[in-house]
Nanobody, 123 residues
Framework: VQLQASGGGLVQVGGSLRLSCAVSGRAISSYSMAWFRQAPGKEREFVATIRWTGTTSYADSVKGRFTISRDNAENTVYLRMNSLKSEDTADYYC??????????????????WGQGTLVTVSS
């Protein structure tokens, strides 16, 4: 399975972006899909996930501002990011896997990763 992330860019504080993750090689309907991010000098951290059941989960830092969604027909996962803050600046990565419910926020639970797409939020 291959994942291709896109949609990053430069945006001002308070602005919005939509990231996309196009998946090939396997239907995303069989996966939990997630977004993680990694800021310079920091560890990769969980952002959001959408399970094959449709259940979503978000990091507290993005809850109410970010929305993860999936289009099974397009085999694509999206991350809509609103009210962006400077601390949202990072490389954003999409991931696919079949983690158990208690492990959906763990980097190690996802064996399939896309390349990062850089989001820079300027003040």
């Amino acid at each position: 399975v291959q994942l291709q992330a896109s949609g990053g860019g430069l945006v001002q504080v308070g602005g919005s972006l939509r990231l996309s993750c196009a998946v090939s090689g396997r239907a995303i309907s069989s996966y939990s899909m997630a977004w993680f991010r990694q800021a310079p000098g920091k560890e990769r951290e969980f952002v959001a996930t959408i399970r094959w059941t449709g259940t979503t989960s978000y990091a507290d830092s993005v809850k109410g501002r970010f929305t993860i969604s999936r289009d099974n027909a397009e085999n694509t996962v999206y991350l809509r990011m609103n009210s962006l803050k400077s601390e949202d600046t990072a490389d954003y990565y999409c991931a696919a896997g079949v983690p158990i419910a208690s492990n959906v926020r763990s980097v190690g639970a996802y064996p399939n990763w896309g390349q990062g797409t850089l989001v820079t939020v300027s003040s």
